[in-house]
Every structure is written in structure tokens, then in C-alpha cells.
């Protein structure tokens, strides 16, 4: 089980935004990130765990080994402010998914 | 430019069938993997089924085991998802994914734009 927190986080263009995700047993550094806005699929952004994905700016970084794993946007852009969905591909069928994590503009 | 476009959503009554369609441009699928996730409104994402990439293994969510079936065609290019005895609980957009390799890294690095399934009487 992947728990994401926290559910919205609410701030201003240009802030940090840090996003968690937590896995109910080790699955080493086998965790991604996308990034999915209204409307649209989602959108691959990071994969295992810290290696962006191509195209996807710098600003995005992600960190975490085991069980703790964080998204770091580290200067909020406008096109930012979407939802965010953690994965982990260390043990399945099935895939899972966390929650998401809502980033909306304060 | 990858592509890949999902068709045959709609409506069902439970108990009834569906079959979505997946067809990819830009690619050859046979060098690809490929899944089905399923998003249900105003949900999050819940991953449905696997094929890889000459159809041999073949893997479900557990609530549709027995239900779902995935098969692949790599001569045009599709991968399909066959639905039967579907439930209120099946309702969602359906997303067809490309896995990054072709027995499952479990990486999705393209997405469809979905195809919405409603079961309602």
C-alpha cells in the first residue's frame, strides 16, 4: 500500500512544494511520479525513485529509498498546480498506486 | 510521435460486455509491453492488466480476474481489453499504456486519452 500525503497541499507560484509518499513494506528505490492535470492522462515524470524522466524539467526532483519517498518541485510554475500520483513497481500483480496529492494554487 | 487511441466505451448495463481497443501510431507495439489503467470519476489510478510484448504472459487486478481478458494484435498494431459480467465498479476511463519495455519494467511512458465506460442500469 502506497499513502501519499499530504492530500491537498495549497501554495504560491514560485514555492517549494514537497510531496510524500510512503509504502506499507520495502520496496527499495522502485517508486515513480506522475503528474496528471484535468482532463488529460497522466504524465511520467520520475522513475525509480530519482531519475527524471525525459523532458521534464529540473525543477522536479525526487529522493527516498525502503519504505520514504518525497517529489520536490523546487520553484512552483503555473502549469505545476495538478495532481500528483506515486507508484511502485517492486512487487506485483497488482500495481499500485498512491492516492495523489492535490498541488492547487493558494 | 507516439500515439496511442483508445476506443469502444459506452454504456453497459451490469452483467453486460465491452471490448476497448487500443490502437498505437508512431511505434511498433511488438517491441512494447502494454497495460490497461483504469481511473474512476474523481478517483485515483488503479492499474488493470498487463501483456507483454508476444502476448504470452498476461496479468490482472484481482477484481477482474476471470472477467477481463487482454489480448494483443501486433500486426495492427492494437492491444485490446475484452470485458465481461461488468459491474457498477467497473465504471471509469480506461487508459491504454505503454510499458518502457517489452516483458515489464512497469514504467508507463505514453498514455492514451482514455475511454470512459459506464455501467449503469
Not at chain 2, 51 to 80: C, E, H, M, P
Not at chain 2, 93 to 112: E, I, M
Request: charged share 15%.
Amino acid at each position: 500500500v502506497l499513502t501519499q500525503s499530504p492530500a491537498t497541499l495549497s501554495l504560491s507560484p514560485g514555492e517549494r512544494a514537497t510531496l510524500s509518499c510512503r509504502a506499507s513494506q520495502d520496496i527499495n528505490n522502485l517508486l515513480a511520479w506522475y503528474q496528471q492535470k484535468p482532463g488529460q492522462p497522466p504524465r511520467l515524470l520520475i522513475y525509480d525513485s530519482s531519475n527524471r524522466a525525459p523532458g521534464i524539467p529540473a525543477r522536479f526532483s525526487g529522493s527516498g529509498s525502503g519504505t520514504d519517498f518525497t517529489l520536490t518541485i523546487s520553484s512552483l510554475e503555473p502549469e505545476d498546480f495538478a495532481v500528483y500520483y506515486c507508484q511502485q513497481r517492486s512487487s506485483w500483480p497488482p500495481l499500485t498506486f498512491g492516492g495523489g496529492t492535490t498541488v492547487e494554487m493558494k | 510521435q507516439v500515439q496511442l487511441v483508445e476506443s469502444g466505451g459506452g454504456v453497459v448495463q451490469p452483467g453486460g460486455s465491452l471490448r476497448l481497443s487500443c490502437e498505437a501510431s508512431g511505434f511498433s507495439v511488438h517491441n512494447y509491453a502494454l497495460h490497461w489503467v483504469r481511473q474512476a470519476p474523481g478517483k485515483g489510478l488503479e492499474w488493470v492488466s498487463f501483456i507483454q510484448y508476444d502476448g504470452i504472459n498476461q496479468y490482472y487486478l484481482a477484481s477482474v480476474k476471470g472477467r477481463f481478458t487482454i489480448s494483443r494484435d501486433n500486426s495492427n498494431n492494437s492491444v485490446y481489453l475484452q470485458m465481461n459480467s461488468l459491474r457498477p465498479d467497473d465504471t471509469a476511463v480506461y487508459y491504454c499504456v505503454r510499458d518502457l519495455g517489452k516483458v515489464g519494467t512497469l514504467r508507463f511512458d505514453a498514455w492514451g486519452q482514455g475511454t470512459l465506460v459506464s455501467v449503469s442500469s
